[in-house]
């Protein structure tokens, strides 16, 4: 049994989709969460620049005495492996392994696609460890660079994004997939655009979702989990722009999550 809260972090808003499903299947955890608005979008950065965000993002949750970190988000889980985080000192969980899982669970026509951040496409990370293991499936992927602005400036349900995942999903239906994998965490947030033109026969693999049950069973695993049932509180930290994370934030988590996020520079 562990009471420290649970580190989650992000670019931006994405790793909501991760916390959503924590307040749910965790109720009793405490959360601190750090969206690194100010270096947001990751998508394009290149793995050095990527490196260096972990690490601040790792240290910045390690100095509130975090049990657990979680990276929900995809392009620094597809681009810099725990290993090569530095002084990493607390279990970490990323979004690679939860999600590949549970698109080997969904898929039947073993046809995937997966929509993510151009550095994530490039890394092809989910893709290469679903092919180890199951060498029949097959895979395609497409970067949908204007998703994450577009999300961070609240166009979660309009004509704008509608028109905007047209554009992307439209390779992806001729190739006919029955499962789809929101390889960034961001995505969720627009699913039920992403759910609406892909149609009923499309599985969509919520990445953020996916990482929260990973963080339940790595906790359950080493035994630290919160003994409590209920009441567990939420820290929202940004490193920019507060007023923007939380009206997405609260469209998404709903009034009753009270956010009010803290403005931090992240060497804090
Ligand atoms: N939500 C992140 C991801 O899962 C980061 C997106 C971005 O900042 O470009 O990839």
């Known amino acids: 049994m562990n009471k420290s809260a649970i580190g989650v972090f992000d670019s931006g808003v994405g790793g909501l989709s991760c916390v959503k499903e924590l307040l749910h299947i965790l109720p009793g955890e405490d959360i601190k969460y750090l969206g690194d608005t100010l270096r947001m979008p990751y998508g394009v950065k290149t793995i050095e620049q990527l490196h260096t965000c972990a690490n601040d993002n790792v240290a910045f949750l390690q100095r509130r005495g975090v049990k657990l970190i979680a990276a929900a988000c995809g392009t620094v889980s597809s681009n810099v492996p ?7 000192t607390v279990p970490f969980v990323d979004v690679i392994n939860p999600t590949v899982n549970a698109t080997l669970k969904a898929t039947k ?22 092919q180890e293991m199951d060498g029949e499936i097959q895979i395609i992927g497409v970067a949908c660079p204007d998703f994450v602005p577009l999300i961070e400036s609240g166009h979660i349900c309009d004509d704008i994004i509608r028109k905007s995942a047209e554009g992307y999903l439209a390779e992806i239906k001729a190739f006919g997939v029955d499962t789809l994998i929101l390889g960034c965490t961001h995505y969720p947030l627009i699913s039920a655009v992403i759910g609406d033109i892909m149609g009923d026969g499309v599985t969509l693999i919520d990445s953020g979702r996916e990482t929260a049950i990973g963080i339940r069973m790595t906790l359950e695993k080493l035994n630290l989990l919160n003994s409590r049932e209920s009441g567990g509180s939420a820290e929202y930290f940004v ?9 997405v934030a609260k469209v998404f988590l709903g009034e009753d999550a009270h956010i009010k996020s803290i403005l931090k520079n992240i060497e804090d």
């Open 239 to 247: 490193t920019n722009n507060t007023e923007a994370f939380d009206s």
């Open 82 to 88: 725990k290993a090569h985080i530095d002084n990493l």
């Open 109 to 130: 026509t073993k046809r995937v696609g997966i929509i993510a951040t151009p550095a994530t496409i490039r890394a092809n990370s989910m893709g290469k460890r679903l």
